[in-house]
């Protein structure tokens, strides 16, 4: 569902708590510490030095790659999921609150200020607001991204694209743009090594072109 109403000033106090618990949710280092705990390993030394679950999915297996892609998914769900059905939480005062998961996972305290790309806990997050209406959308379009170009960098630029014009025309709502562009603008962030080289095209779509004389 989006947005409701603005909130009145009563849930001023309200939205500070939850962003400070949504910051220290997504902060938790839970995929990182599954691979410590379960794989006694670093998951940082493997794949792209992400402390999240897809090197621990790399390392460990789908069993214990799916249990860390859960815990990363639920510490942005619980919270923001909380704030937002049962405190009340809606409006612009949403917006930290929504935010402060993805920024506690990308610059966790507990990896000194050193954290992963958050995927998951953003759609988590989503999770929490829409159900299964962005996750499943936005996991659709960054599959197809995935398939056609090698850069996760660009897959992840692309997808953003794909759900701010999804919202702007379908469902327009300042609000969710709002997160919308504030989570890309830290995933971005995080990808921007991949950003800075050219995206190119997979293996299979290459040896499908026409050759060039």
Not at 101 to 109: F, M
Not at 151 to 156: D, K, L, N, P, Q
């Amino acid at each position: 569902a989006g947005s409701r109403a603005a909130s009145p000033p009563i849930m001023i106090v309200p939205m500070l708590l939850w962003t400070v618990i949504g910051f220290f949710s997504g902060s938790l280092m839970l995929a990182y510490w599954v691979g410590k705990l379960a794989l006694r390993r670093d998951v940082r030394d493997v794949g792209d030095g992400n402390p999240g679950a897809t090197n621990v999915l790399i390392a460990g297996g789908f069993m214990i790659g799916g249990l860390a892609l859960l815990l990363d998914i639920l510490k942005g769900v619980i919270p923001v999921g909380i704030a937002y059905w049962i405190v009340g939480i809606h409006g612009v005062e949403l917006i930290p609150v929504a935010l402060a998961p993805v920024i506690g996972h990308a610059y966790s305290p507990f990896l000194n200020f050193r954290g992963g790309k958050a995927m998951a806990v953003t759609g988590g997050v989503w999770i929490a607001l829409t159900a299964y209406e962005a996750p499943m959308f936005g996991g659709i379009i960054l599959g197809v991204w995935f398939a056609v170009v090698e850069r996760s960098g660009w897959a992840v630029l692309l997808t953003a694209v794909c759900m701010g014009v999804y919202y702007a025309l379908i469902r327009p709502d300042a609000v969710l743009l709002t997160i919308l562009l504030l989570h890309f603008s830290v995933i971005l962030w995080k990808y921007r090594a991949d950003l800075r080289q050219a995206p190119g095209l997979r293996g299979w779509i290459l040896r499908r072109l026409p050759a060039r004389s």
